[in-house]
């Protein structure tokens, strides 16, 4: 998928999951219309069953997760072997959100990320209340990350002075670097 602009979808812009082998690239989100609610107004949205992936400029503004890597959603499966290069999110609820619940994320690469969120920049998130669901990542790169907050949409359901890297709920990481964070 390259050189696509998406103005104002009902809800995500791409929504995929179980791919192989696969490139994204040159991606603009223009979500500039009057809308009832902004939730669920993700950009790229990637489910389980993927590996071997180059995701590399995406850029613009949408109403929930510009990038979402997410292992455990409507697909479950591991994500594995995925460069992410060059995300420019401006005033996103979040940048890039990377979830597992009990499926394995590993050989996970995000650089060059430029980014205003009211909600956080980067997340590794379960989103489960269930005690027995336990992230999985194995080996997370982050490596030029610049950040800063956003304004919060009006009708944005969270709270202020949320920290633009964020770590929640139960998981277990087996090597993460960060390199060149920055935070204005």
């Not at 993927?50 to 929930?64: A, M, P």
């Not at 800063?148 to 969270?158: L, R």
Request: hydrophobic share 35%; net charge negative; charged share 20%.
């Amino acid at each position: 998928i390259r050189d696509v602009s998406v103005r104002n979808p009902v809800t995500y812009a791409f929504h995929c999951c179980c791919l192989q082998h696969f490139t994204v690239e040159n991606i603009r989100f223009l979500y500039d219309a009057d809308i009832p609610h902004h939730i669920n107004m993700d950009g790229f949205h990637l489910d389980g069953n993927s590996r071997f992936g180059v995701i590399r400029n995406l850029q613009g503004t949408t109403h929930d997760d510009l990038l979402a890597l997410n292992a455990d959603d409507c697909i479950t499966g591991s994500l594995e072997n995925i460069e992410v290069d060059g995300i420019f999110a401006e005033n996103c609820k979040s940048a890039v959100r990377v979830l597992s619940r009990q499926s394995w994320v590993d050989k996970i690469s995000i650089s060059n990320v430029y980014a205003t969120s009211y909600g956080f920049g980067i997340g590794f998130t379960t989103d489960s209340a269930e005690p027995h669901h336990r992230g999985k990542f194995g080996r997370i790169s982050l490596r030029n990350i610049f950040l800063s907050c956003g304004v919060p949409v009006p009708d944005y359901w969270g709270q202020s002075g949320i920290p633009v890297f964020i770590s929640s709920g139960s998981m277990d990481i087996d090597y993460l670097s960060i390199d060149n964070f920055h935070r204005v």
